[in-house]
DNA sequence: GTCTGTACTTACCTTTTTGTGTGTATGAAA
DNA sequence: TTTCATACACACAAAAAGGTAAGTACAGAC
């Protein structure tokens, strides 16, 4: 019913947006790679309060999303680094609109 | 500002704002309300697949932090229109970046 | 031959978020 | 009298998100 008027809000550039980076860790993460490679251990030492669980699993999301590189050496013990994408270094006007908001908030 | 490692993550601007504007609809609704002052019955006829419920909690939720006003007119049948204080006025940047963000993504 | 370090995987569980359906108040209009 | 419109409350259910704990693989160090 109403397909119209249901098709025109439910696929939004906001909405797309939310997908991508919705949830409690994405952007986290994505922050700390902004301007860095880093493995997984360093990851979870910047963000301690994410599980390894949520961590990789969100990675895997993002790495799917184009937003982050998964670069596996194949060693043993294994080593694996993150990195942003193209795509990904997109977000850094966002998370700066992000950090502005809340100064702007707390003010 | 301490260095403590913990205390700058677990409460760091972009979790404020995680928690001010996360979810799956405040977003929407600020931006519908962002040049508007709305009632809820326009606001879910622009949100369509918004649930009632959902959209009374929301604006309470944003009333709560202040993003939002709620102009009640004590009237009957009841008349409530809901605007953006200043401070919620300061999501526009930040939806912005949004689009573009998405914008830049399906490109 | 046991231990260590790293990046996962999996099963299971709890919490949070979102949705559905129903009910309430009231004045006016039919 | 009945019906309608509006904003919202409440009980409950479903779904999504997040967390915990255990296990896997394997080269090299001990």
Redesign the interface.
């Known amino acids: 019913m ?1 397909d119209d ?2 098709y025109i ?2 696929r ?7 997908e ?3 949830g ?1 860790w994405k ?2 993460i994505l ?1 700390q790679l902004y301007d860095k490679t880093l493995r997984l251990s360093e990851l979870k ?5 994410i599980s390894e669980k949520m961590l990789i699993q969100e990675l895997k999301n993002l790495a799917d999303s184009g937003l982050v590189i998964r670069n596996n050496f194949g060693e043993v013990p294994p080593r694996v680094e993150y990195s942003l994408t193209e ?1 990904g270094r ?2 850094k ?3 700066e ?10 003010a």
């Not at 939004?12 to 939310?18: A, E, G, H, S």
């Not at 030492?45 to 309060?49: E, K, R, T, V």
Request: glycine share 2%; aromatic share 4%.
């Open positions: 109403k008027k249901i809000t439910v939004c550039p906001i909405r797309t947006t939310l991508l980076l919705g409690k952007l986290l922050h030492n910047l963000i301690p309060d795509k997109n977000v006007p966002l998370i609109q992000m950090i502005a908001f809340a100064k702007h908030y707390e």
